[in-house]
């Protein structure tokens, strides 16, 4: 049974991150889509002054229905002191402009959009004009989704979901990051931040109605089996696999091997393309050699390694085999590959290292290279291949596409809900306040512990923190976004 004790101060109930993000009365603009030649350019202006654009800079003058295309002449600012000047003079170019009014914008305030033809030179002195508006200026990285975000249009993990949604190149990647920006996580620590929040009123009615026993003994039981639940369901989504990090960082494969067992001739096969040089001669790869793939939808990492010569005495090539067993078991796909032709000759080293990866239950595919000039036994543990004909190269590429699948397998019917490392990390502190909640035996500790585990996930939703994070999570967009 909890016992009372005296009522510890609780962390301010209204906390919020957004308050930290304030703004001046700037309006600013940005190149929204890729710089250089394009047959349109968009620039995109946010702010409390944006529609004065279509006053100073536009032909006509009024600002157009909201939400609807409008063909305009984009002209720059008259020079002081010329009363006539013409029109043509003045022209930069026939844009289209679109207007959407606060509060139903991107970034919550009034927003224009300037649909340029993508001219270096005309987008140049757009932006150029731009600038000599009163209270105008260019955004910063990220500025227009920080805004969206201090404007209550996104919280943090759907600010995230757009960036992530920029970068990805892949297929999981790019569904990764739609159902974050789309909302289906942030329902989910939605959900999470609603079930404490009711837990600590649970026990707030307990500690403020404790004259009725029956009462008090009735809420504190149920509310005791509800965190444990919580808490489960909060582990079983950190047991992922690190999943999400995954997708968005990339899967690690390695390929090791004795000298010119054709690893890096694998890698070219890989990649279309002579991304790495080959040679007949030991020691040509010295160093790690990568290439980034989309397999199967999934983003993948494949390293090319030095060959592991046992009988190298060369300071530089010793170093490139100390980095090639480093890259090999620290990878999430292991790849041995030996000269069909030549095995079992100088494979002691690649031997040992597939022992360790055995020892640590890691599965390592073999395969052996050159088989269509090699009397090598077909019943061989392992694939036969050859990256000069062609033999066994698209059942080794299945091979790869199941390893890859399968990192997935476990977990494929679950959202995503940790795709960075600060994610993990506040939640596994909310795993671990949970779990203090449900040992204490104090009412007043329990309440307190559940508040900091509600604090925890308001450091991932953006609903507590410090300016600090924003600067984290911002950076990395581009100047438009």
């Known amino acids: ?66 939400r609807v295309a409008t063909l305009r002449k984009l002209l720059a600012m008259k020079q002081e002191g010329k009363q006539m000047q013409l029109v043509e003079d003045r022209l930069i170019d026939h844009i289209m402009v679109l207007y959407f009014p606060s509060p139903n914008s991107y970034t919550g305030e009034d927003v224009v959009e300037l649909h340029l033809h993508g001219s270096p030179a005309g ?36 600010a995230e979901g757009i960036i992530d949604l920029i970068h990805a190149e892949t297929e999981q990647q790019h569904k990764q990051a739609l159902s974050y920006f789309d909302g289906k996580t942030h329902q989910i620590y939605q959900t999470w931040t609603k079930q404490l929040t009711q837990y600590v009123a649970h026990l707030e009615a307990i500690i403020d109605f404790s004259e009725d026993e029956n009462l008090t003994s009735d809420i504190q039981s149920a509310t ?64 790690i050699i990568e290439i980034s793939l989309d397999i199967a939808g999934y983003p993948v990492i494949i390293s090319d390694t030095a060959g592991l010569n046992e009988e190298s005495d060369d300071p530089i090539e010793q170093e490139g085999i100390l980095r090639a067993r480093k890259r090999f078991l620290e990878a999430h796909i292991k790849i041995a590959m030996f000269d069909a032709n030549t095995y079992p000759n100088n494979t002691k080293l690649t031997d040992e290292i597939i022992k360790l990866a055995d020892e640590h239950n890691e599965k390592v595919i073999k395969i052996y290279n050159k088989s269509d000039i090699s009397q090598l036994d077909s019943n061989t543990s392992g694939l036969l291949i050859s990256c000069k004909t062609g033999i066994g190269l698209p059942e080794f590429m299945n091979v790869i596409e199941q ?12 959202v995503t809900v940790v795709t960075r490392e600060r994610h993990r990390q506040h939640l596994q502190d909310v795993v671990v306040n949970l779990d203090l909640a449900l040992k204490t035996t104090s009412i007043e500790l329990c309440t307190e512990r559940l508040r900091t585990s509600l604090h925890s996930i308001g450091k991932i939703t953006g609903r507590v923190d410090t300016e600090q994070i924003l600067e984290v999570i911002f950076r990395d967009f581009c100047t438009g976004k």
């Open 1 to 66: 049974m909890l016992r009372l004790c005296k009522r510890i101060k609780p962390f301010p109930r209204k906390y919020n991150l957004r308050h930290l993000c304030s703004y001046s009365n700037n309006t600013i603009f940005a190149l929204s889509s890729a710089p250089g030649r394009a047959g349109v350019s968009l620039v995109r202006i946010s702010g409390p002054h944006a529609a004065t654009v279509f006053e100073k800079l536009t032909e006509p003058t009024q600002v157009p229905p909201p």
């Open 123 to 158: 987008l140049k002195a757009t932006l150029s004009e731009l600038g000599k508006l009163p209270y105008f200026k260019m955004a910063e990285p990220g500025e227009f989704t920080r805004r969206a975000f201090t404007n209550n249009k996104m919280d943090l993990i759907q």
């Open 224 to 287: 005791v089996k509800q965190i444990e639940v919580l808490k489960n369901n909060i582990f079983s989504h950190l047991n992922d696999n690190r999943k999400g990090e995954l997708i968005r960082s990339g899967i690690q494969l390695a390929i090791v091997g004795p000298p010119n067992a054709g690893k890096s001739s694998l890698l070219n096969f890989l990649a279309n393309r002579d991304a790495a040089i080959v040679s007949p001669f030991v020691g040509t790869t010295r160093d």
């Open 403 to 414: 390893e890859i699948k399968e990192l997935f397998l476990s977990n494929a019917n679950k």
